[in-house]
């Protein structure tokens, strides 16, 4: 009991030290002066002050102590952070030069990162050095492999370029080739063309000569009558057929006297031929002659015959026959010998016709379509 009443009086006390302590600081911080007491309370408020003096001080040591040490902790927990900063730093920049292919970006990028606590000066300025470095070292580096990996570019870009000559090649070998096709083509189809017309006009074109070489009007007919008159009466047939071309023929046809009235040779009518085979009679026809080196357009007297083939039988069984003609010696050695030209010859000295170049022509048509071939 007498031990709880001891700490029960030295807590009393000392709540009583520190009240008064506190009122003497609360007067003194209001300026007014603490309240004069006696001898003993004096003493014991000048006992009181002064332990609440020293407890003061020792709190605030204590206070101080502890402010110490909490700004210690807060100086080391500020520094670890600076230093893991600047050894993330420092890794970061050996990474970059460990990499030479890595591009100034890349280098760049990796250096202007920066923590978010700030380090200290020492710290970053070393590490700022350290950075410049990795930034040379990586931008001198990563520069020659840009320009070392430059040709690995260029490849597929001579590729491309190369494929692109190569389509453009096969694009002009294309057309060229189309080109000359077409071209190939296009001469064809003309020659073709040109010759279908060709082919066109021949066969449009109206025939004047027969398998043989001789006109197209002389007939099979005209050719084997001639040459049966030669047989029976002597007169030459190419004599005979170089008539019928010269007095009838007009181009690819005969004259109308011999197409109508089928008189071959322009045998004028004299009335003693009246009632002869094959004879039909006179008929009236305009023809030129030629008088004393004059040409004359006069009317005549043709024989119109029934056939040509009547024709041609009368001329060697009648016409020949008279006397002017069979007793020409001219025409008689034609007869003898077989010859064409020289009764053409026989027939102008005779007076068959009054052209003085009669003979001639005869001959110039036998040349041309070789018309002595039929005198044998």
């Not at 209001?30 to 020792?58: D, I, L, N, Y």
């Not at 040409?295 to 020949?320: G, M, N, P, Q, Y």
Request: aromatic share 6%.
């Amino acid at each position: 009991m007498s031990a709880q009443r001891q700490s029960r009086a030295g807590t009393a006390r000392m709540s009583a030290t520190t009240g008064g302590g506190r009122s003497a600081a609360a007067s003194k911080a209001a300026g007014s002066p603490a309240p004069k007491r006696g001898g003993a309370a004096s003493k014991a408020a000048a006992g009181r002050a002064s332990s609440g003096k020293a407890s003061q001080a020792g709190s605030s040591s204590g206070r101080a102590s502890s402010g110490k040490a909490s700004r210690g902790r807060a100086g080391a927990s500020a520094k670890a952070p600076a230093t893991k900063a600047a050894a993330s730093k420092l890794r970061a920049s050996k990474a970059a030069s460990a990499k030479p292919a890595a591009s100034k970006t890349t280098g760049a990028k990796a250096s202007a990162s920066k923590p978010a606590s700030k380090a200290p000066s020492k710290t970053t300025a070393s590490s700022a050095r350290q950075t410049a470095r990795s930034k040379t070292s990586g931008g001198a580096k990563g520069a020659s492999a840009a320009k070392k990996a430059q040709p690995a570019k260029a490849a597929p870009e001579r590729t491309r370029s190369s494929g692109g000559f190569v389509r453009r090649g096969v694009r002009a070998f294309t057309r060229s080739y189309l080109v000359r096709f077409a071209t190939v083509l296009f001469v064809i189809v003309a020659a073709a063309f040109i010759a279908a017309s060709a082919f066109s006009a021949q066969s449009n074109a109206p025939v004047t000569q027969r398998a043989d070489g001789l006109p197209v009007y002389i007939t099979d007919e005209m050719i084997d009558t001639a040459r049966a008159m030669q047989h029976e009466y002597g007169h030459p047939a190419g004599c005979t057929i170089a008539q019928i071309i010269q007095e009838s023929g007009q181009g690819s046809a005969l004259s109308v006297l011999a197409e109508r009235d089928n008189n071959l040779f322009g045998m004028k009518w004299v009335d003693a031929f009246a009632g002869k085979h094959g004879v039909v009679g006179p008929v009236q026809w305009g023809t030129n002659e030629e008088y004393d080196g004059k040409t004359v357009a006069i009317k005549d007297s043709f024989i119109r015959f029934e056939s040509k083939k009547a024709c041609i039988e009368f001329r060697s069984s009648v016409f020949l026959q008279s006397s002017t003609y069979a007793d020409n010696p001219t025409i008689r050695r034609a007869v003898e010998t077989r010859n064409s030209a020289l009764m053409a010859w026989g027939l102008q000295d005779a007076g068959w016709a009054t052209d003085s170049a009669y003979a001639e022509h005869l001959v110039t048509v036998m040349d041309r379509y070789d018309l002595y071939r039929f005198d044998s």
